[in-house]
């Protein structure tokens, strides 16, 4: 089965760019047909869906937070990265990578001096 699992530092300064990383076991990067995405629950809040990097290799990005996120892949570690610049308190989330079969646990990052 598809599996993943989110790492990078749970605490980011204000201003500076927040970096996550995926691992995916069970599946490759580039399986055919497959969307991997990173999605972001901010304390007392909804999900919200911020872009995903197809299995070609072409990326999607929510319009709201385009101009500060890229979505990049590594096919040679089985692993696709989440950057968001300029963070500040507002982006303190539980950070989640997804697929449409699996989501990862989602990990805690929180913006603060």
């Known amino acids: 089965q598809v599996q993943l699992q989110e790492s990078g530092p749970g605490l980011v300064k204000p201003s500076q760019t927040l970096s996550l990383t995926c691992t995916v076991s069970?599946?490759?990067?580039?399986?055919?047909?497959?969307?991997w995405s990173w999605i972001r629950q901010p304390p007392g809040k909804g999900l919200e869906w911020m872009g995903a990097?197809?299995?070609?290799?072409?990326?999607n990005y929510s319009p709201s937070l385009k101009s500060r996120t890229s979505i990049s892949r590594d096919t040679s570690k089985n692993q696709f990265t989440l950057q968001l610049s300029s963070v500040t308190p507002e982006d303190t989330a539980v950070y989640y990578c997804?697929?449409?079969?699996?989501w990862g646990q989602g990990t805690q990052v929180t913006v603060s001096s």
């Open positions: 997804a697929t449409f079969v699996s």
């Open positions: 069970g599946a490759s990067v580039t399986t055919s047909k497959y969307y």
């Open positions: 990097i197809h299995y070609s290799g072409r990326t």
